[in-house]
């Protein structure tokens, strides 16, 4: 019998005999095989192994944690501390403080935009090697293997949600309150994980097959993130070039995350939309390259 899987995967049910003095039923044995070519999507098989999901990004959080003294204060010493660079080389020698938007405090100004910059390094970092980590589980097991990168994306967001609550103490500090615009936050994470998942389902592809990858990844993170407006307002980029700048994703979600939080002068404009166009071409492509790409994981990996 040949039927085919939610997941475009082949299920062969072949009835295996049991020998003549044995007395139990025969049972059928599943044999599932990858579907060649470029397979559907299927992203509704996520929902049945939800808790699969839970599991890995819980496991994620404890393999971190396990065995250091500071615990989950790092989520909080690193942010802190780059921003200290930040406004000692960046604001203080280098004058960008002095021209930042509606006068927010340079150090207040820098922590917004590390908020949901830490979140997409950390999460691109993570997934990017997950299926290469994950090996042991990848090759005994099935399940959708577009989990395993965004688990990382679970728990980056326990991180950003302690920076969040130290950033809004600072705030605080400063005397500062977030305006209406604080309602559009969740949209601008969500930008800010799309990101992440996108370049995260390339990359970890990619190293999976091709280990290189590997070695550019805290290079191509550092660059990443002198191609961000977080040391310096997107302001000083050109206006004729504005759109080419907003095919970075995260300059759109740096900047909307300032305006949600300090509502600095101007809404994000067209910048904005080129950020989201960028990511949703970066996204799709992503799933159908992973999909493709998973079926020769297990022999490679």
Do not use: H
Request: charged share 10%.
């Amino acid at each position: 019998m040949l039927n085919q899987t939610p997941t475009g995967c082949t299920i062969e049910a072949q009835l295996q005999t049991a020998p003549p003095s044995a007395a139990l039923p025969r049972q059928p044995a599943l044999i599932i095989r990858p579907t060649p070519g470029w397979a559907p999507l299927n992203l509704r098989e996520l929902w049945r192994y939800r808790e699969l999901l839970w599991f890995l990004a819980l496991r994620d959080v404890q393999v971190r944690y396990k065995q250091t003294a500071l615990g989950a204060a790092w989520a909080v010493i690193q942010p802190l501390f780059t921003m200290l660079v930040f406004s000692i080389f960046f604001g203080y020698l280098g004058g960008i403080s002095q021209r930042v938007e509606g006068d927010i405090p340079y150090p207040v100004y820098t922590f917004c935009a590390l908020l949901p910059w830490q979140l997409f390094a950390f999460a691109l970092l993570q997934s990017s090697s997950s299926v290469v980590s994950n090996r042991g589980l990848i090759t005994k097991v099935y399940f959708p293997r577009i989990i395993v990168p965004i688990a990382p994306l679970l728990c980056g967001l326990l991180d950003f949600a302690i920076s969040f609550v130290v950033f809004l103490v600072l705030m605080l500090g400063y005397g500062i309150l977030p305006g209406w615009a604080v309602l559009t936050l969740p949209l601008f994470l969500l930008l800010a994980l799309m990101t992440s998942l996108a370049v995260g389902l390339w990359l970890s592809a990619l190293n999976a097959i091709y280990r290189d990858v590997q070695y550019t990844l805290a290079f191509l993170t550092q660059f990443w993130l002198f191609l961000t407006p977080v040391a310096y307002p997107s302001s000083i980029v050109p206006e004729q070039w504005r759109w080419l700048y907003g095919l970075n994703p995260m300059a759109g979600v740096v900047d909307g995350f300032r305006w949600a939080l300090l509502g600095t002068a101007d809404p994000p404009g067209p910048m904005l939309w080129v950020s989201v166009l960028s990511v949703t071409v970066l996204l799709i492509g992503g799933l159908f390259y992973f999909r493709r790409m998973e079926n020769v994981f297990a022999d490679v990996v």
